[in-house]
Structure formats: C-alpha cells, structure tokens
C-alpha cells in the first residue's frame, strides 16, 4: 500500500472541484429534505397515492422558494398518464401436475389494460436468453414460432454465463441481459407470457428483490392500445422452480443452460402447458413529473439536466400488516442531492448566471421501468436535441468520503472525460463500476433519455460503501433515514457533480457518444 500517496489523497477529499464558486454543502437542509422525504408520513412515495402528492408538492415548493421558473411551460408538473395495476395475489401457476405459488415459487404481473389476462393450457417454449441480437449474430427465437405461447428464459447475457470477454461484452451486461428487454422482445416475438429464471448472480439481486418489487402494485403508461402490444404475462420463476419444470419435461435445466450460452443454440418446446390467471385492480390516473428552470443568459435554448427519481415502491398491506418502503437512499438522498445543487447554482445566478439553461429534475416511477423518464424522453419541454446532457442520482454514499468515484460504462461518451477532470481537481481517482454484470447503465432514468440520443453519466453509490444494503435494505423496509449517517460522500460527491455542471453549463461543447449504438445514431439524426 502507499501510504503516504493515500494519505495525500485522503486529505484533499472534501476539497472542492475547481468551480466558479465552490460548492459549499448545507448539511442541515440536506439532511431536512431526506428525513421529510423518506418518512413513514410520505408512505414511500408510491407513484399514484398520498405519498406522491406530498412529495409532488414538497418539491414544487422547494423550487419555488429558490426562485426557479417552471420546468414546463408554466408548470412545475408535468402530468404522466399511467395505469395503476394492482394483481391479485390470490393466484397459483400450474404446469402440468405441478402447482406453484405466487410470491414464494414466482411473480407474475401485466402492463396491458385489462381485468384478466389467462394462460389456458399454454405451449411453454424454452428460448435460451431470449436474445436477437443481430450485431452479435445471435438469435434465440431462429426458428421456432412462439405466437401465443409462453417462453421460459434465464436472465443476463451470454457473455455473462461464459465469461468470454469475446462473447457480448463478456462479464458487463449488455441490454440484452435486462429484464425490461427479455419482455420487450418476447412481445415482438408475439409470446403471450414470460416467465424469467431467477438466480441471484446473474440477476444481481436476490429472490426477496423480485419477490417485493412485483407483488405489489406497478404502473405502466399508456397507449391508444391499451398496450396491447406489450407482453400479457411479465413473470419470474424460483432457480429450483425451473428446475422442476424441466425435470417434468425430461430435462435437466443446469446442464441445459449451458448449452444456451453457446453459438447455435436451437430453442425448444418442453411439451408442458402452463395455467394462470392473473386478476387485475386497475386505476388510471395521472402522476407528475417536477421541474425547476434556471434559464441561461446567452443560451437559453441549450437545456442541462440534473435529475434524480422521486419515487419508491410504496407500502404494502399483506394480512392487515402494514410495511411501508420509505427508499431513504433510493431515492431520498439522490433527490435531496439536486435540489442542494439547485439551491447552488440558483444563488450563484445572482452574479454569474449560467450561459444555457439548467434543469433541475425529479420524475415519477422510475422504480417501475424508468416511466417518467420515458415520459420526459417523449414530450421533453425542448427537443430533445437541445438537451447537452443529463446527470442522474440514483443513491448518494451517505457514509465516509472516499478516494474515487465509480464510472458506469467505459468508452461509453465524452461525459466520462468531464468525470475524469473533476475527479482529479478533488484528488480523487474513477473507479470502474464494480459489477458490470448488474447492467446498472440500464437501470436508471438517464437510460431512457439515452434512447433518444441524450448523453447522460449516472452518479450511483448503493452498496458500494456499505456492503449490507444490497442484502438488507435495497427495495426493503429497513432502506431508512439514519442520523448517524456523516454525509462526507455526500458533500464531495456533490461538489464534482457541481464542477461537471458549472463547465457544461457555460462552455460550447456537446459531449459525442464514442461507441458505436443506437444512441449515437439517434443523436447523429439531431446532427448532433
């Protein structure tokens, strides 16, 4: 170890980021705005409840009292029509003799706006990992037809299972490894229901992650269709549920996945039926996007987006039980993150305000499949064209400072180099996401705005410095404001978020994708 370079390092980590103004951290409103925001009165602050409407209307004011313009238009919200879906849990699956039950054995929901949605003696076809991926010359679904059927596939990628670097990207999942794909292109395949195979390695989360965070009431947009097009059936089965099924089918599932991880691998059927019926509550209602605007002086029209996701899984009532989420460090502390950056950058307009304008963000249902971001993406107050960028909070290190920041993606934009720069002027050093195998790149509202061409960089600290909270406390009832927390990786994070910030906001660049994708194709269309 170099001790004394560590030691250098150490005692320049809350020195901050040269800046036009150094950031300085208001500690007690920070702490103000997590307590409010993830206390038991906020009931989680499920999208489409109570808890939504207090925290809709804490954040609308918390900008108004700062001085920021409306976001859109003359508005703080942006309404986001959706569909409150609420399954019966009362259901079991049935696959020829075997009987499974809801929560403990599997999970099933939908997206479609409809009272039921029944599997009556339906084909189940094992399709691998459920990929078409033509860059990668890999297809799952070659030659077979699974119109109206039910698929059965493991979740990741290929290049996870091999560890090949040379397969997919090797042990960093692609999208084609996340959940939120494998449904997507089972309903462009026409199945009628997916079931995914948990297994906690791949997945990057345990059985308790699926099981709270699909047994409780989802939301969804919605279309014309009544998202018709989307997949009937969104299930996850147990590991050792899989295996009963195929041992029922005269297979042995462990030994098959292997063989699925391969070039050339011919999906099959397994000659069993399922039968389901899910049941659904459904209430359609409007939730709402907030926003801040701090226009720019020179260029207003150039928009900055700082942002993090308000919202959280809610409560649930299970036998008169009452278990409330209340998503402290998913998302509270993210949020609470921008709106100190607002308050910043909002007092330092006063001499020196900002060439292109800067958006300060907080959107509904990102726990639920990145809804509000979608939303956002679709019907931005500017084009999205106009967007520089977008940096995202999505769980702050509520402990100790530490010597680096974690980098999502590599190679991934020309943001990675502003990362870089205000990294070193703290001392610090960028450290490589960890687990590339969790697909966290794909996890979170800057996702969905890199869709539509948007550069984005993810500022995310959950479990990295505290190594119990995947395990004890991410999408459960103990993630809870803590007094003790220090705040130390609060305050340097904040301070390079807010160097990054400060550059973007008055230079001239517009920060490139540097690898080849949709996203940089879709922002070449903006001639960007």
């Known amino acids: 170890m170099n001790t004394p370079r560590l030691l250098g390092l150490l005692g320049l980590l809350l020195l901050p980021a040269a800046s036009a103004a150094p950031f300085v951290f208001d500690q007690q409103s920070y702490r103000q705005d997590v307590q409010t925001l993830a206390s038991d009165e906020f009931e989680g602050r499920g999208p489409l409840s109570q808890g939504e409407t207090l925290t809709v209307e804490y954040l609308e004011n918390a900008f108004k009292k700062m001085g920021l313009a409306p976001g859109f238009g003359d508005s703080y919200r942006q309404s986001v029509p959706m569909a409150k879906i609420t399954a019966d849990q009362n259901m079991q699956l049935k696959v020829g003799e075997l009987v499974f039950n809801n929560g403990s054995d599997f999970t099933a929901r939908t997206e479609q706006i409809q009272p039921s949605i029944t599997l009556d003696n339906s084909e189940i076809v094992f399709v691998g990992y459920g990929i078409n991926a033509p860059e990668y010359g890999w297809n799952d679904y070659a030659g077979i037809d699974v119109k109206g059927k039910t698929v059965i596939l493991m979740v990741n990628d290929p290049g996870f ?37 948990h297994e906690t390695a791949p997945a990057a989360y345990g059985w308790n992650v699926v099981q709270n965070s699909n047994t409780n009431t989802k939301y969804t947009l919605v279309d014309k269709e009544k998202n018709r097009s989307h997949i009937g059936v969104m299930g996850w089965v147990q590991h050792e549920v899989a295996q009963k099924i195929f041992t029922a089918a005269g297979l042995d599932y462990d030994k098959l996945k292997l063989t699925a991880a391969k070039p050339g691998f011919k999906s099959r059927s397994l000659d069993l039926k399922a039968n389901l019926e899910v049941k659904n509550d459904i209430e359609l209602a409007t939730s709402y996007n907030v926003a801040g605007l701090l226009p720019g002086k020179t260029r207003p029209d150039e928009w900055l987006v700082m942002h993090a996701h308000w919202d959280h899984l809610g409560k649930t009532v299970h036998e008169d039980q009452t278990r409330i989420y209340n998503g402290a460090v998913d998302n509270a502390s993210g949020v609470a993150g921008v709106l100190q950056l607002a308050r910043h950058f909002k007092d330092l307009s006063a001499t ?177």
């Open 352 to 528: 020196q305000p900002p060439a292109r304008s800067m958006l300060f963000s907080a959107f509904t249902a990102e726990e639920t499949g990145l809804i509000g971001a979608q939303y956002f993406a679709e019907n931005s107050p500017v084009p999205t064209k106009q967007l520089v960028a977008f940096l995202n909070i999505d769980g702050m290190n509520v402990g100790k400072g530490v010597d680096y920041i974690l980098r999502y993606g590599e190679g991934v934009s020309e943001l990675e180099n502003y990362l870089d720069k205000a990294a070193k002027a703290q001392g610090r050093w960028v450290k490589a996401d960890p687990r590339p195998q969790n697909g966290l790149m794909f996890r979170s509202d800057h996702f969905a705005l890199a869709k539509q061409g948007v550069p984005g960089l993810m500022f995310m600290s959950l479990g990295d410095t505290d190594p119990d909270y995947i395990a004890h406390k991410y999408h459960q009832g103990a993630d809870d404001y803590d007094p003790s927390w220090t705040l130390g990786g609060v305050e340097q994070d904040l301070a390079l978020i807010s160097d990054i910030l400060e550059k973007l906001a008055n230079n001239n660049d517009w920060p490139k994708w540097l690898e080849a994708s949709d996203f940089k194709t879709r922002r070449a269309q903006d001639g960007r």
């Open 161 to 197: 299972a091999t560890q090949d670097p040379e397969v997919f990207k090797g042990n960093a999942m692609t999208y084609y490894g996340r959940w939120t794909y494998k449904y997507e292109e089972a309903a462009r395949q026409g199945a009628k229901a997916v079931f995914i195979i």
